[in-house]
């Protein structure tokens, strides 16, 4: 099982709530969640041990935001193909993916992990510089990984009867 489909499992990804997640505003607003869990957990410097509940609350909003808005229209969006290729990629311990596509996702996802470190410290030690610095580096693997999904997707979107029933008749 893959690293991604745990996270999927923890976030209870069904089938519906993949298509409702593929919905652009959905994408959009997942951008929000990293600023705002910063904001929460600086928040200690003001609030003390209150700052549990916007800690919380920002937690809470990573789990409930691909959960908001309506499944898409259809999938012709380039957030919405870069989610479908997303699940595409999580599921390529059973339905392998093509060569040219195995690397890059990786090398993306490390460099997300390298700015998440740095947004770690940012944060610990309440330093403008390496949060945002951290940050930079978190979105740009991120969408640049968004990007590589939805070209997964195109690249596979007939591959399996699975991935054809995920698309919206």
Not at 28 to 39: C, S
Not at 83 to 96: A, F, I, K, Q, T
Request: with cysteine; glycine share 6%.
């Amino acid at each position: 099982m893959t690293l991604e489909r745990k996270i999927a499992r923890a976030f209870a990804l069904d089938d519906e709530t993949w298509l409702r997640h593929a919905n652009p505003g959905s994408v959009a607003l997942r951008n929000t969640v990293l600023p705002i869990l910063v904001i929460a957990f600086w928040s200690r410097l003001w609030l003390g041990w209150y700052a549990v509940i916007p800690v919380a609350l920002a937690i809470l909003w990573t789990w409930y935001n691909p959960r908001i808005l309506l499944a898409p229209a259809s999938l012709d969006h380039w957030a919405s193909k870069a989610v479908m290729g997303e699940r595409v990629w999580l599921n390529r311990d059973v339905v392998p993916v093509p060569v040219h596509h195995r690397t890059v996702p990786d090398i993306l996802s490390g460099v997300s992990g390298i700015g998440i470190l740095f947004v770690f410290w940012g944060v610990f030690a309440f330093d403008l510089w390496p949060t945002l610095s951290g940050m930079a580096l978190v979105y740009c693997g991120k969408l640049w990984f968004l990007d590589r999904m939805a070209w997964l997707w195109e690249d596979m979107k007939n591959a399996t009867e699975e991935y054809q029933s995920w698309r919206i008749r």
